[in-house]
Structure formats: structure tokens, C-alpha cells
């Protein structure tokens, strides 16, 4: 047993970068997280992504403590370097992921369709998050305001609904003394993206 632990330290430690910054992806982003073995191949192209940085920034420090030393690279400072490439590597991702930017440029290009959302109810939600909103339930009631949040899921979470007003009728009646309505996304049948509201100064 003691064998086995001291092969697999070492090994957990060349891999935690990768799976440090795949941990900080999923974690901040709405992307679906993938089966266990597609996250553990994402985690070790992951580390070596890292190491091959890491590697280049050693050998830049080496390169300036030539003119300017500022201490002696260690295993622990390969060690630092790489903990903090795959903090920022995570972000990164994140970052790329929430905001559609890779997918974005691969439509431009006419290389794909999708976008980072994963589905078409997470980039409609996302894309069209300025404009308020009209849910049609299952019991045939149609609600009206801002979503301040929405569930990632339709078939789980729920929408914070700012501004709840009921459509009666074709007629708009606010829900008096409610500022805010959760509304269990199981329970809405459609949505409805309402055009925005223009301001008397753009006219």
C-alpha cells in the first residue's frame, strides 16, 4: 500500500494543475460538466498546456537571473508557477466560456453554429438578458417582468422574476406589494422575449 501512494504523490502532482483549472472553469462557468473520464482527458491536456508555459517561464527567469538574481528556481517554485499558470489558465477559460468569445469568432469564421452556452435556451437567456420577459405557465397564466436570474436547466431551478406583473386578459396587472417572484422553471411552458423598451431620448 505504501508502494502505491508513493507512485501515485508524484503523479497526483504533475496532474493537479490541469485539474485545478478545469475545477475553476466549471466552477465559475455554465458549461454542462462531461462524463468523469472526458474531464480527467480535459484535466491532462490541461497539464500539459501548463507545463509547456511552465517551461518557457522557467526558462525566461533563468535567461534574466543571468543579469539579475533574484533566488534559485526549486522544484517548489516550478511548483508555485505552475499552481498559479492554471489558477489564471481556469479564469481564463471561464472567462472565454461565459462571454462566447471563442465561439464567436469560430461562427464569424464559418466553422461551427454552436455557441459556448451548450444549449439554445442558455444563449437565448444570455444573449437577450437586457429585455423583459413573458412566462406562459402550465396552468395557462402568463407573467410578466425582468429575469434577474434563470434556472441553467428548464427543467430545473428557478427564474427571479423583478417587476412581476399577470396579463389578464391582454391586460397588464401588477402583482401589488411583490417586488420579486421566484417562478420553478418546470412550471413554464414557453417564454416570450418582448422587444426593448426605447428611451423618449432615442426617439
Not at 15 to 29: D, E, K, R
Not at 89 to 95: H, M
Not at 154 to 169: A, D, R, S
Request: charged fraction near 20%; glycine fraction near 8%; hydrophobic fraction near 45%.
Amino acid at each position: 500500500m505504501e508502494d502505491f501512494f508513493g507512485k501515485a504523490v508524484p503523479f497526483l502532482q504533475v496532474v493537479l494543475p490541469g485539474f485545478l483549472a478545469t475545477f475553476i472553469f466549471y466552477w465559475l462557468s455554465d458549461s454542462q460538466k462531461p462524463g468523469q473520464f472526458e474531464r480527467v482527458i480535459q484535466a491532462l491536456i490541461g497539464t500539459a498546456i501548463i507545463q509547456f508555459l511552465a517551461s518557457y517561464i522557467q526558462a525566461f527567469a533563468l535567461m534574466v537571473g543571468e543579469f539579475y538574481c533574484l533566488g534559485v528556481w526549486t522544484e517548489k517554485s516550478s511548483a508555485i508557477c505552475s499552481a498559479c499558470l492554471a489558477v489564471a489558465f481556469g479564469l481564463l477559460l471561464a472567462y472565454l466560456g461565459n462571454n462566447d468569445i471563442l465561439y464567436r469568432v469560430a461562427r464569424k469564421m464559418g466553422l461551427t453554429h454552436r455557441s459556448a452556452d451548450g444549449s439554445d435556451w442558455r444563449f437565448a437567456h444570455r444573449t437577450l438578458k437586457d429585455r423583459s420577459i413573458v412566462l406562459q405557465l402550465l396552468d395557462g397564466r402568463r407573467l410578466a417582468g425582468y429575469p434577474r436570474s434563470w434556472p441553467t436547466d428548464p427543467e430545473k431551478g428557478h427564474y427571479l422574476m423583478q417587476f412581476p406583473t399577470w396579463i389578464e386578459n391582454d391586460q397588464f396587472v401588477p402583482a401589488e406589494g411583490v417586488s420579486f417572484m421566484l417562478v420553478s422553471g418546470v412550471d413554464v411552458q414557453w417564454t416570450e422575449f418582448l422587444e426593448p423598451v426605447k428611451d423618449e431620448e432615442d426617439d
